[in-house]
């Protein structure tokens, strides 16, 4: 009797120990080089060197324990998340402003170079102390708000911001809406992506969006790469806003509004099929 309780307590743990080594087979089978099945089974990160998988990761962490959000909203974010996606690459990425959604804009472009412009140097240096991995420089802006009606008015009266002769931007004195004094890399990059979400331009001394909307069509315009400039231009509910969209990245180029985001599709003259007046005006 006892040697019958004995055979049948070896095969249960014979059948246990079968199923717990099939069924790490299995795992192994399943698990790749880039999908680590279980965590507990394996060493947590199989890029062990690569620091944008960490960087990611207390990026979800920073937005899963702030009670602050951006100010774009979900639809909004998610038209210029489209973009990146669509182009499955690692992009260049030229944002003007930082603001709390910096980590978020910067973990959308893994691999790729994202950069942010910013003007209020104690704004900067206080997202930077949170945040130093972001890729960003504190610039200076030749306008103010209060001048936006006078520089559209008279902006055609002076040839260096006509298309024609609006670039190379860094060597633009003479137009007051090119933006001359930024960091070399933003000259020397062609930019796939653009965002516009400063500087503010809500009151009269504020720097205002004109100078970054007339630079944003002047490097679209200029790209010699293959493809399109994406320019994402944020709160477009504003004059200022509206108004430097419609003279400088035109209606025709305009593919997407959602909410307060306008997106568009800045062609290059280099592949443009017109030519002649493409030189006089931007629209
Ligand atoms: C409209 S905000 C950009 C906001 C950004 N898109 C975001 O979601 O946070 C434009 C500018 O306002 C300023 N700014 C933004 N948030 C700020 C804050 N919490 N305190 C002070 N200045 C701020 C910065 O100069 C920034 O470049």
Same mark, same amino acid.
């Given at each position: /009797? ?18 717990? @080594? ?37 990026? $979800? ?43 978020? !804009? ?11 412009? #910013? ?29 936006? =009606? ?7 009266? #002076? *040839? ?22 930024? *960091? ?6 062609? !930019? +796939?992506? $653009? ?11 504020? *720097?205002?969006? /004109? ?7 002047? /490097?679209?315009?200029?790209?010699? @790469? ?10 477009? +509910? ?23 985001? !306008?997106?568009?599709? $800045? *062609? ?7 030519? @002649? =007046?493409? =030189? +006089?005006?931007?629209?």
């Amino acid at each position: /009797m006892q040697r019958v309780s004995e055979k049948r307590w070896f095969v249960c743990l014979l059948a246990i120990v079968g199923i717990i @080594g099939a069924s790490l087979f299995v795992v192994s089978l399943i698990q790749t080089p880039n999908n680590s099945f279980l965590c507990s089974l394996t060493n947590y990160s199989q890029n062990d060197n690569n620091p944008t998988s960490f960087q990611q990761l207390n990026t $979800i962490l920073h937005y899963a324990t702030s009670s602050i959000t951006p100010q774009q909203s979900f639809s909004e974010i998610t038209v210029t998340l489209d973009v990146l996606k669509s182009l499955n690459r690692p992009c260049n990425f030229l944002i003007f402003g930082l603001g709390i959604d910096s980590l978020m !804009w910067n973990s959308f472009n893994p691999r790729g170079t994202t950069l942010f412009l #910013e003007e209020d140097p104690s704004w900067f240096q206080k997202v930077m102390k949170n945040a130093p991995q972001l890729n960003a420089h504190a610039v200076k802006y030749r306008t103010q708000l209060r001048e936006a =009606d006078a520089l559209l008015s008279s902006y055609r009266s #002076e *040839p260096f911001c006509s298309p024609a002769r609006a670039a190379p931007l860094r060597s633009n004195e003479r137009c007051k809406l090119a933006l001359n004094n930024l *960091p070399d890399e933003v000259y020397e990059k062609e !930019w +796939d992506l $653009i965002m516009i979400d400063a500087p503010k331009g809500y009151f009269a001394e504020a *720097p205002g969006r /004109m100078a970054a909307i007339f630079s944003a069509a002047v /490097m679209g315009r200029n790209r010699k @790469g293959s493809g399109v400039t994406h320019v994402f231009l944020h709160d477009v +509910d504003r004059k200022v806003e509206k108004v430097y969209a419609e003279e400088f990245l035109c209606r025709k180029n305009l593919v997407k509004g959602v909410g307060r985001l !306008w997106h568009f599709e $800045i *062609p290059s003259k280099v592949n443009s099929t017109r030519h @002649g =007046d493409d =030189d +006089d005006r931007f629209c």
